[in-house]
């Protein structure tokens, strides 16, 4: 229940004092543009000018100024220092979401993203826990294939398989889980994603940024997959690498959630990205570029499990 309103510092006042909290976090993003807007109120506008200034794109500072707006009709007062994490601030579904995904453990551990079945078994023979097939073909009858495979090289292991974008082939070959872009997402029919939903596969969703996350949770998927930290050849980004700082938070607001952090992420970096909170790191490179690639995820899940001790 929102509190007894404080009078609130004047709207360049409360700019600068959140610039001033969280610069140091957000140092390596460059400004972006202020978006326009006809939103009147007070700590929205300042909130709106100070995440665009710490580097947010115009849909990520506008779910950021509508938080902080809402976190301080909620509280009463107007707070610089508290970041917004609170996932009602957000317009989040209240828990227990009323049709969720059919769920997932909450800790994931090393997520091996592989480009064939042969590497899907390979990878789940090493003792990988989680394991995806990122098959790319625009043959249809490869695709069948190659999926059905996959699920038949994790048998007798403990792997769970996640299919990236061929839903309805996983469905029909019995895969445990669909791993979705944001805009593979985006353009799923209501009916369609019920199919989805009601099949009992796990569904895991991409986000680049708290707006895709917003988007994301309307879904009520298994998991969340956050990213990319760090830069990556791998893929074309249409985001900057989001960052430690920027992944923490992300890991704050959704933390009622499976979370994977991707993106960039060697053997080096596992304890800083764990320390964020997320219960799953996924690596591409790090296993399929090494030279004992079974040496490589051997070495990978023991920095998880260091990691969260």
Not at 23 to 33: E, V
Not at 177 to 187: I, N, S
Not at 204 to 230: C, K, L, N, Q, W
Not at 233 to 250: E, I, N, S, W
């Amino acid at each position: 229940m929102p509190q007894a309103a404080a009078p609130l510092p004047s709207a360049a006042a409360m700019e600068q004092a959140i610039r001033q909290h969280h610069a140091s976090a957000f140092a390596d993003f460059p400004p972006q543009p202020m978006p326009a807007t006809t939103v009147e109120d007070p700590v929205y506008r300042a909130a709106l000018a100070a995440c665009s200034a710490l580097g947010f794109i115009a849909h990520d500072a506008d779910c950021l100024a509508r938080a902080w707006a809402a976190q301080t009709r909620r509280t009463g007062r107007f707070d610089p220092a508290q970041w917004p994490d609170e996932p009602a601030d957000f317009g989040l579904q209240p828990r227990p979401h009323a049709h969720p995904f059919a769920a997932c453990p909450q800790n994931l551990g090393l997520y091996a993203v592989l480009p064939d079945a042969q590497w899907v078994g390979r990878m789940a023979q090493a003792g990988v826990p989680t394991v995806q097939l990122r098959f790319k073909s625009d043959d249809p009858a490869a695709i069948t294939r190659e999926v059905r495979a996959a699920v038949q090289a994790v048998q007798g292991t403990a792997s769970l398989l996640f299919i990236n974008d061929h839903w309805r082939q996983a469905i029909a070959a019995g895969a445990y889980g669909v791993h979705l872009g944001q805009e593979d997402l985006d353009a799923l029919s209501p009916e369609e994603l019920r199919t989805l939903r009601e099949s009992g596969v796990r569904l895991g969703v991409s986000t680049h940024g708290y707006a895709e996350m917003v988007r994301a949770d309307a879904a009520s998927p298994s998991y969340i997959a956050m990213g990319a930290v760090f830069p990556t050849t791998l893929k074309k980004m249409a985001t900057v690498p989001q960052g430690v700082a920027r992944l923490a938070g992300y890991a704050r607001l959704m933390r009622g959630y499976p979370l994977v952090a991707i993106g960039g992420i060697g053997l080096a970096q596992f304890p800083q990205v764990l320390a964020t909170g997320v219960g799953s790191i996924a690596v591409v490179r790090a296993v399929v570029a090494a030279d004992q690639p079974e040496a490589a995820a051997a070495q990978l899940m023991r920095a998880m499990d260091a990691g969260r001790r």
